[in-house]
Each structure stands twice: as structure tokens, then as C-alpha cells.
């Protein structure tokens, strides 16, 4: 059995917890992520806030600490928080999953509601890449594309990793957040079925490498990983390693056309529907074509909110070093 190892001999982390993630279970696991941690021979730095700009401004304050990684527990949107502090630092992320959908942890193969096995995960990452020296890949650590979004033209204001959405489900999840009833998932539901009742396609124009889609639609994704929103495989082909984009958009479709298109989303057969199309591209512009139909709603990335259209999407080839399975672990 493995004894604790002597205090800051493993290095130095910083740890983002938001204790509401996963209905309270990021508060739930608080003690056993920092005494773990403590107890595989790290010095520990809390850069936990009191919301997500908060935690982000903390963790990247934090990194001015010399870490050797940022560690992050909780749902995808705390992974948000992390991608935005460390992209293109060279400074790791290790993720302790303790969300509701966690659907990044899970495209990823990381640990999902197993902090024992998350921590073995950034630990033996760690190790490996101390082993081969402190270059930006390696063993033990996963280098991922990152998406950067701005303003056509201007600087760049966030970054995420797995998924922007600008369609109805973007609308439904803004929906849900507005509102105070009913409690948990029920929420949603009746989110959802206010957006169907009330929907009519927005207009887009998307320029993908400088090929132009306009139309009337129902959704345009731009995805890095597969899923979004708690297991739905919005982009069932997409990698995050592969320097490319994929653009899911699907077209105006009818209530009825919806209703039959949202359940396979689940598997990922929307794709072959044969309004749904799907696009790779390196640089993304999405933009609002009032001529076609109605402003599409506010961009959500990772699962948080981010910002209106317009909005420019370039991909960073391996801005992201995330911790994971040392190859043969
Ligand atoms: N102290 C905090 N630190 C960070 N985020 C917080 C905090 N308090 C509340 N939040 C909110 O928590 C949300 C992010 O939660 P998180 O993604 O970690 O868990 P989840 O939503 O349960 O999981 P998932 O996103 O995987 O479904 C953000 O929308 C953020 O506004």
C-alpha cells in the first residue's frame, strides 16, 4: 500500500472547486480532493471563487505561483473555468469530475464521480511528465485543441473545449436558467416545450474557411468534442486532438421535424437526417441574417452562457494540455 509521500515533494497545484456543482456534490467531495491531494505530496493552493468569472479570475492569478497544474472539480463548466485560465500557458489541467453531465470527463475517457481514481489520474500524469521532462506534451499529459471566440476582428475574449451552440437548445437552456420552477431536471422539460411551443427557425450566416451557409435554422454547433448538454452527441465524429472543427447545423426545421430529430441526437443519427449537415473548418464566423429569420439566442459554450453573434470561432491546435492515463496505465 502506498504510504503519504513527504509534503510539496510531488509539486505544487492549484485547486478551482465550485461546491455547487453536481447539486452540492463539488462541496461533498471538498475534503476528500484536498486531503488527497495533500496526501500524494502536493502543496495545495485553494483558487476556488464564488462564481465562475470569480474562479477563473482566481485560477489564473493563481498560475503567477509556478504550478505545475491547475485542477478543476467539478461539472464542464468548471472545465470552462480552467481552459480559460491555462490555454496556452503550457501549465496542465487535471480534471476531478463532480458535475451533472461531466460530458467533457467522459468524451475524454477521464474518472466521472470517482475522486480516488481522478486523483490517480493527475498524480501518475504528473509524475510521467516529470520523468520525461517539463516539455508541453508527453506522457501523462493530452494535448487538445482549444477554441478561441471573438468579436469579428477583435481580440480574444474566451476560450472553450468542447462545444458552442447558438440554436434551440442554446434558447432552452437560457430558458431554463431564467426560471425558478419547477425544481431540478423538470425545469428543463417545460423549458424546452415553451421553446418548441413558441419556435420559429433563426436566420444564420455561418463562413467556414470562407465557405458561406445561409439559411433558416434550427441549430448551428461548433464542436471539438462529440457531446453537449448531458450526453447528447451533438457531433459524433468529432476528435479534439485533430486540428479541425466539426459545424453541425441543421435547418429550418417544422415542430413535427423536432420532436422526431431530438431523440437521436442522444445516439448521434441526427447527422444522417437529411436537414442536419455537417461541415469541418479551422475558422468559424457565425452571424444573425435577420432577412432569413429571428436573432438565434445567446451562444452557450461548455455549457455556460458566453456571448450574442456576432461571434468568430478559430481552432488552436493543442493550446491544451490536459492530464490523463499514462499510455499503458
Ligand atoms: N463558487 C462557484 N464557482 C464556480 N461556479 C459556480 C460557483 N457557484 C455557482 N457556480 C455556477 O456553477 C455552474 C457550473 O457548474 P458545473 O459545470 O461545475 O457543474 P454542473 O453544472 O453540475 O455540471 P455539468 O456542467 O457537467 O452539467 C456555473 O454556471 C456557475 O455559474
Redesign the pocket.
Given at each position: 500500500m502506498r504510504g503519504p509521500a513527504a509534503p510539496g515533494a510531488a509539486g505544487r497545484v492549484g485547486v478551482?472547486?465550485?461546491?455547487?456543482?453536481?447539486?452540492g456534490?463539488?462541496l461533498k467531495v471538498r475534503e476528500k480532493v484536498f486531503d488527497g491531494l495533500a496526501a500524494d505530496g502536493f502543496t495545495v493552493h485553494d483558487l476556488?471563487?464564488?462564481?465562475?468569472p470569480?474562479?477563473t479570475a482566481r485560477a489564473r492569478t493563481g498560475l503567477t505561483l509556478g504550478l505545475d497544474a491547475l485542477v478543476v472539480v467539478?461539472?464542464?463548466?468548471?472545465?470552462?473555468?480552467g481552459v480559460n485560465a491555462v490555454a496556452g500557458t503550457g501549465v496542465p489541467l487535471g480534471i476531478v469530475?463532480?458535475?451533472?453531465?461531466?460530458?467533457?470527463a467522459r468524451d475524454l475517457g477521464l474518472p466521472v464521480h470517482d475522486v480516488p481514481a481522478s486523483l490517480a489520474v493527475i498524480r501518475e500524469g504528473l509524475a510521467a511528465r516529470r520523468n520525461r521532462g517539463r516539455g508541453p506534451d508527453g506522457e501523462g499529459v493530452r494535448m487538445l485543441d482549444a477554441v478561441a471566440v471573438s468579436r469579428p476582428g477583435g481580440a480574444v475574449d474566451h476560450w472553450y473545449l468542447a462545444v458552442l451552440s447558438c440554436g434551440i437548445d442554446a434558447a432552452v437552456n437560457a430558458r431554463t436558467n431564467a426560471m425558478s420552477w419547477p425544481p431540478g431536471g423538470a425545469r428543463y422539460v417545460r423549458a424546452l416545450l415553451a421553446e418548441l411551443r413558441t419556435f420559429r427557425p433563426f436566420g444564420y450566416r455561418v463562413t467556414m474557411d470562407g465557405e458561406v451557409w445561409e439559411s433558416a435554422g434550427t441549430l448551428v454547433a461548433v464542436a471539438n468534442t462529440r457531446c453537449f448538454g448531458?450526453g447528447m452527441r451533438i457531433a459524433p465524429d468529432a476528435v479534439p486532438d485533430d486540428g479541425l472543427l466539426e459545424v453541425v447545423h441543421a435547418e429550418g426545421l417544422t415542430r413535427g421535424q423536432l420532436m422526431s430529430v431530438f431523440p437521436k441526437v442522444y445516439r448521434g443519427t441526427h447527422v444522417s437526417h437529411p436537414a442536419v449537415h455537417v461541415r469541418r473548418a479551422r475558422s468559424v464566423l457565425i452571424e444573425p441574417l435577420p432577412a432569413l429569420g429571428t436573432m438565434p439566442p445567446m451562444a452557450f459554450a461548455?455549457?455556460?452562457?458566453l456571448a450574442e453573434l456576432p461571434l468568430q470561432c478559430d481552432l488552436h491546435p493543442r493550446a491544451i494540455g490536459v492530464l490523463a492515463r499514462t499510455l499503458g496505465a
Open positions: 478551482v472547486l465550485n461546491p455547487t456543482s453536481g447539486k456534490r463539488g476556488s471563487g464564488t462564481d465562475l470569480g474562479a467539478g461539472g464542464d463548466g468548471m472545465v470552462h473555468a469530475s463532480a458535475g451533472s453531465g461531466n460530458d467533457i448531458g461548455d455549457g455556460e452562457p
